[in-house]
């Protein structure tokens, strides 16, 4: 799948999929949740990342802009796994150290992933969908007899409700508009059960109204979940934002208030200027 990271986990027990659950490990006594430190990467002699430091605290919504080739995707990379940095440090909570951690075990730990393009199972209902997503042991002998349990069934309509979907629960997942898919497919990180989600564009192709939507549904999740945003809309990070980050050329340019960032006048040459 290329879309959101979809765990191949035991359950993790009776709590919500709307709450998360995460490695047992995670320390957040200090406030961070996530914390990357002296973060470069080098592709054939380009710095994506130089030297990136950034904090994220446990429950935070943050917003991460910058110009094309900042290094935001590289970031993400870096986080889940899918890139090895060339030096630096980066930890889930105090104690889980990423770099230690292959894409399955970092999912499995607590951080999940939305590309900017959503990927669902389009001939399964997203009753289904959701389904397939939960955090259950998917070889292939238990998952042909798995049956849901109560508790099962009311995490997928928890998070049916949290997504906005309750009403094409048995709905063809192909057959949603651009905006549902997207919501679809948080719900299905969400039913992973995640700590931490990093969200990679999720309005681009919506409405208005998918866009004011978006808004509502990642704002109901902080404080639950950290959430990071990488996003261009800028009335849409206007909306959700309590502290931007604007990174440039691989490092943290400033972060700051929306109102803040837009007046940085090294933001305005490097980006909002653009």
């Not at 798995?146 to 949290?162: F, P, S, Y």
Request: charged content about 25%; some cysteine.
């Amino acid at each position: 799948m290329t879309g959101a990271h979809v765990l191949t986990t035991n359950p993790a027990g009776p709590a919500s999929a709307t709450d998360g659950v995460a490695d047992p490990r995670l320390d957040t006594t200090h406030g961070p949740i996530l914390y990357l430190e002296d973060i470069t990467v080098s592709f054939d002699g380009f710095r994506a990342l130089n030297q990136l430091t950034l904090y994220i605290n446990d429950g935070e919504l943050r917003c991460i802009i910058g110009p094309n080739g900042a290094g935001k995707t590289t970031m993400m990379d870096v986080i889940t796994g899918k890139t090895r940095p060339d030096r630096g440090t980066a930890f889930f909570g105090q104690i889980i150290d990423l770099l230690e951690l292959d894409e399955p075990a970092i999912a499995q730990a607590g951080i999940g992933r939305k590309f900017q393009k959503p990927s669902v199972f389009e001939e399964l209902s997203v009753f289904e969908n959701l389904e397939l997503a939960m955090r259950t042991d998917k070889r292939t002998w238990p998952t042909l007899f798995a049956k849901l349990n109560g508790q099962q069934r009311d995490d997928i309509e928890d998070v049916l409700h949290t997504i906005g979907l309750p009403e094409q629960r048995r709905q063809r997942a192909g057959s949603l508009s651009h905006g549902q898919k997207q919501w679809l497919e948080i719900g299905m990180l969400l039913m992973q059960r995640p700590k931490l989600l990093l969200v990679d564009e999720p309005v681009a192709g919506m409405t208005h109204q998918e866009t004011e939507r978006t808004a509502e549904l990642l704002l109901s999740l902080a404080g639950k979940h950290s959430v990071v945003v990488v996003e261009h809309d800028m009335e849409f990070v206007r909306s959700i934002a309590r502290k931007v980050t604007v990174l440039h050329e691989g490092s943290v340019l400033t972060e700051g208030s929306m109102d803040e960032v837009q007046q940085d006048q090294r933001v305005i040459e490097v980006y909002l200027g653009a």
